[in-house]
């Protein structure tokens, strides 16, 4: 499931779960609405921009978000296109039409890209969604329907994690970072993007368009959202020390996954999430 799934499961209406998983953090009016879920980031993560040419061979592409916000909408039909080419001197593009796919369930990929294009383009003009709607593309549903678009037509333009775009060695595209450089999501991009992120005074942290020669710019977290309260007091307590582990000891697992370790900082603010948890009216966290 996507992170449409696990925003809901944790503000959802009679949501019975103990926690919800995403990509990006609650919207300023969700976070409003329901004060009692907290942001534990547990893990840096990223987007990657994956294409299927066959006629290109092993070439990377590059592109700026401009061009890119012009493919997604369909502004830009065809992947030899002369602004496609600017970016991609000396490469021999094919006259293949371009087929953008984006995500039809509610997705937190979705959401930093739409972030991403928001921050950096002049030619995107929508704000940030977890429910995006590309007029000339074709929606699929989560990661495997793009996996399988990509597969099955050649000329694709989609995203995927990437943590799945580098396990499955998937053509990505280099994009232009705030520094003028064109960086792929690589653990080395997403650890930079994060050092420098925004935060936040709630730790709805943001590390989209982060500064920096090496920053990948389509980088956030992948968010715990945990209730603040609750009574089942056992519950309570192995979900905190859970949680503590995966913030601390943890994290030790994350680049063999493709994640990014969390920034330290970010750590040790997490420790003050995981303190203020309660389990009816003693402290969650305790050992």
């Known amino acids: 499931a996507g992170s449409g799934a696990g925003v809901k499961a944790a503000i959802g209406f009679g949501s019975t779960a103990d ?5 990006s953090p609650l919207s300023d009016t969700d976070s409003a609405e329901h004060r009692d879920v907290v942001h534990l980031p547990a893990a840096v993560e990223a987007i990657a921009l994956v294409y299927s040419l066959a006629g290109l061979g092993p070439t990377r592409l590059q592109a700026t978000p401009d061009v890119v916000a012009d493919m997604l909408a369909g502004s830009i ?12 001197p000396g490469v021999k593009l094919p006259h293949v039409a371009v087929r953008p796919a984006y995500r039809g369930d509610q997705s937190g990929s979705s959401y930093l890209l739409s972030e ?10 929508d704000p940030p969604t977890r429910s ?12 495997d329907g793009m996996l399988q678009r990509l597969a099955a037509s050649d000329g694709t333009l989609g995203y995927v994690s990437a943590v799945t775009a580098n396990a499955r060695h998937l053509p990505t595209i280099a994009v232009r970072n705030a520094a003028g450089r064109f960086v792929t999501p690589t653990l080395e991009g997403m650890r ?3 050092a420098t992120a925004d935060l936040g005074g709630d730790l709805r942290a943001h590390a989209v368009a982060a500064p920096g020669d090496l ?25 905190a020390r859970f949680f503590w582990w995966a913030t601390h000891d943890g994290q030790a697992f994350a680049p063999p996954l493709g994640f990014g370790a969390l920034p330290g900082e970010l750590q040790v603010r997490g420790e003050g999430v995981l303190h203020s948890l309660r389990a009816g009216s003693d402290p969650a966290l305790v050992w």
């Open 19 to 23: 926690f919800g998983v995403s990509d």
């Open 77 to 88: 039909l065809w992947w030899d296109d002369r602004l496609v080419a600017a970016d991609n």
């Open 116 to 125: 991403w294009l928001s921050k950096t383009s002049k030619k995107w003009h």
């Open 132 to 143: 995006l709607v590309l007029p000339a593309g074709l929606a699929v549903m989560q990661e």
């Open 192 to 194: 930079a993007a994060a």
């Open 215 to 239: 920053a990948y710019p389509i980088c956030s977290f992948t968010f715990v959202l945990l209730h603040a309260e609750g009574g089942n007091a056992p519950a309570r307590r192995a979900l």
